[in-house]
């Protein structure tokens, strides 16, 4: 995989998910990266990619996630790599063209 050259900086609490839903708090404001990365760095209007997700960034918890995305004609069709899509990931991608449809998008509370 090769960078598009997409990305994206945040500060935002982090918790650790659980398959059974209980979560726990790592951090009240991590400071984290969202970079998109496809298999030749260019993209192709259905094709599928991956976003690396480092963060803790400069601490010594840094740790990095990948999220597996995939669309087709520009819409997003699928995710994979975590329980929900994370907020920060929709800008990131639609940056790059990809289309985030409401399916994809956090509850509003």
């Known amino acids: ?4 050259g997409h990305t994206v900086a945040f500060e935002s609490p982090l918790n650790f998910e659980y398959s059974s839903g209980f ?9 984290s990266e969202m970079e998109l990365f496809t298999p030749n760095g ?3 209007e259905t094709e599928q990619g991956l976003i690396e997700w480092v963060y803790n960034v400069g601490t010594a918890d ?3 996630v990948h999220i597996g995305v995939s669309w087709e004609g520009w819409a ?12 920060q990931a929709i800008p990131l991608l639609e940056k790059a063209g990809v289309q985030v449809g409401p399916d994809f998008r956090p509850e509003p509370e």
Not at 1 to 4: A, F, I, P, R, V
């Open 1 to 4: 995989m090769k960078s598009t």
């Open 23 to 31: 979560t726990v708090p790592i951090s009240d404001l991590a400071k």
């Open 42 to 44: 260019e993209l192709c």
């Open 62 to 64: 840094e740790d990095v």
């Open 76 to 87: 997003l069709v699928d995710y994979d790599g975590v329980f929900e899509l994370p907020s």
